[in-house]
């Protein structure tokens, strides 16, 4: 009787879940939630759109998951010419376009992974414009998370970037129709001033708003504060001929030699263009104007607009694969799954990351003949195998979309639409000429080959050459062991020595989200050390010492003492040994130890004008959240030996004859 309640049971909570996921997905097939469409920024392209109204700080994602991002560690070095001369891919000397679609590693958490590291993220990562006036979307950082692919098991590890879900959230609440603006940050567009001609910073729209203020004074004759007076009566003296000092069409005159002086400043771009906006500006401010001119309507937005939530990210059944993209909705054959604007790259030998030696004058550089691996962007771009050409898709989950070279059910051709932005004439370049284009420009989309079901995983055919090399790699690799999978390394090449002994591979976020184990100390350590992998790190504020220096010391100075609050203050983490712990009596009554307290000892560097002075401390009575662990640079999945690497590949039918340079 046990068993046949339980059984029935069962039933029912499966019968209750299958109810639960049929009104989820009935509740993804409402409406399209984010549009790919042309951007209401005049000649900015595509922009992405609502679809729906949102609150604030509400996840702008179908099921809570955000983006996938890219490390690309050490380009400018694996770039360097034969004499060893790093290149700069944000100076153009190699054609890397992704750099104006990349992001600061600490933007995303992932500063320890390598010595130079630069983050391609797609989605809101990519797509979003940036109006300083009207940020409406807030970032935040990538998950490290490798979908279960274990380095000890399976062939797939170090195959897919284990960043995920960069999130985003509204910074406010969006009405549907609105266009979504990220903040690239001010130096982002102070470095491209030649490319963007001047584009307005927060600073430009003050003083525009204050031209404006006086503008309306002196030639409107007119000027009401919006604070303190009734919007119709401005409204009323406005359309008093009597109060304006110049007629309309001279004001109009006026208005478009004021925005076509030959002199740009960001001040006056931050103007609106139209007389009629600056009416309403002057009134209502810059701001509320630049608000109504980012709307589309959904009808707009469903005739000329691609929705891009037809899929998410979940865990795919295919072994080894990791994440897979999902169907969130019917989707018909012949129709959109997705869209896919790419970033073209010109040479794939950009992403190749080769062994150093040294030269005759003792210089680290890069052995030619030696390639060690290619940067893990590579297995998300598309290419062909007779071209050097590489396209990276860059719209929302499309990077999750995995492989099945017989039962795919969509495939990609080269968009019909948003002429605005696809240039079909790229098409027909050769790649010397595709090297001189520094911006997105192409589209291609992923079409439905026949009837695609909600909650149905999205397939396409990566090529029979793809195929080969994955087959090629599962029949060649073997599970590591933890004595010799250590990737402790310089430049990934030079290796140092391991202290982890035999414990195995384990990320330091893991330690990290355990507060409550005690941390070992380096005595601890000698028999039962941690992975090699981690070290532990300590927050310090060196100005908490001997000072002011009036020359450097001859020995390194030693100080002792308590850690104090102010240590939080710079948030700068060292490189520390903890070599004592104690218990923290948290309950004296009941004689109860909660936490522990430590002994650290580290060097920490300050600078005193000219001065760099190090010093040695030994600091009691540290806190466990001021001990961080750290993952050792180099020793991530992307970084292992046997990591596979290869591009999927388009098909002959939709690949450019002109852009095939390797027959």
Known sequence: MKRTWLSAFAALIILIITTLNSTLVAAYNDSCLLYLAESTIPNAGIGMFLGQDVKKGQLLSRNGYGDAAFATVDQNWHNSN??????????????????????????????????????????????????????????????????????????????????????????????????????????????????????????????????????????????????????GEWKKRLGDKKNMILPDEAQRDLWDIIKSHPYPSRERQACPDSHADVIRAIH????????????????????????????????????????????????????????????????????????????????????????????????????HPSSSVLLFPYSSN??????????????????????FFHHKDWLNKTVQELENEWTAGLMLD???????????????????????????????????????????????????????????????EVFNADHDVPIKTTKEQATD???YNVETHCYIDPEIGIGPYSYAPQTTPFIRREWKDQDWLNKTLVKCNVTERHHVMCDEEEDEYHNYVYTVQLMATKRQGKLR????????????????????????????????????HLPDAIFPRSWMNLL
């Open 82 to 231: 034969p004499g060893g001369t790093a290149q700069a891919r944000e100076n153009e000397d190699y054609h890397w376009p992704l750099t104006s679609y990349d992001w600061t590693s600490e933007s995303l958490g992932v500063e320890d992974d390598a010595e130079d590291v630069s983050m391609t993220v797609t989605g809101f990562g990519a797509v979003p414009n940036c109006h300083f006036r009207l940020l409406n979307v807030e970032e935040h950082k990538a998950e490290y998370d490798n979908a279960g692919l274990d380095r000890y098991s399976s062939p797939g590890s170090g195959a897919i970037t284990p960043y995920f879900n960069r999130t985003s959230t509204a910074r406010e609440d969006i009405p549907a129709g609105a266009e979504l603006y990220v903040n690239y940050g001010t130096s982002w567009f102070l470095s491209r001033d030649g490319v963007f001609s001047l584009v307005p910073v927060q600073e430009s729209y003050i003083h525009a708003q204050k031209f404006l203020n006086v503008y309306g004074k002196l030639i409107l004759g007119t000027y009401q504060d919006k604070d303190t007076n009734d919007g």
């Open 613 to 648: 002075i190090t010093e040695r401390y030994e600091l009691f009575d540290t806190p466990s959240e001021a001990i961080r662990f750290v993952n050792k640079r180099y020793t991530s999945d992307m970084f292992l030996k046997k990591a596979f690497r290869h591009e999927m």
């Open 284 to 383: 209502g401010g810059i701001e509320a104007v630049e608000v109504e001119n980012s709307m589309r309507s959904l009808r707009y937005l469903k005739e000329n607009g691609k929705c891009m939530d037809n899929i998410v990210p979940g865990m795919s059944a295919i072994p080894h694969a990791g994440r897979g993209a999902f169907a969130t909705r019917f989707i018909p054959k012949g129709s959109l799954v997705a869209p896919a604007p790419v970033v073209h790259i010109a040479d794939k030998t950009t992403l190749y990351m080769y062994n150093e030696t040294s030269n005759k004058k003792g210089k680290r550089v890069k052995k030619e003949d030696e390639i060690l691996s290619k940067q893990i962007i590579l297995n998300y771009m598309f290419g």
């Open 446 to 508: 992923f079409i439905a080959t026949r009837d695609i079901q909600p909650g149905e995983e999205v397939l396409i055919n990566y090529g029979d050459e793809w195929q080969r090399a994955w087959d090629e790699h599962v029949k060649a690799w073997e599970p590591s062991t933890p004595d010799l999978d250590h990737n402790n390394l310089t430049y990934w090449t030079k290796s140092s020595k391991i202290s982890g002994g035999d414990a195995e591979f384990k990320r330091a």
């Open 398 to 419: 499309v990077a999750y979309i995995n492989h099945d070279s017989t039962n795919y059910n969509a495939e990609l051709q080269w968009t019909s639409d948003f002429s």
């Open 529 to 531: 050390p941690y992975p």
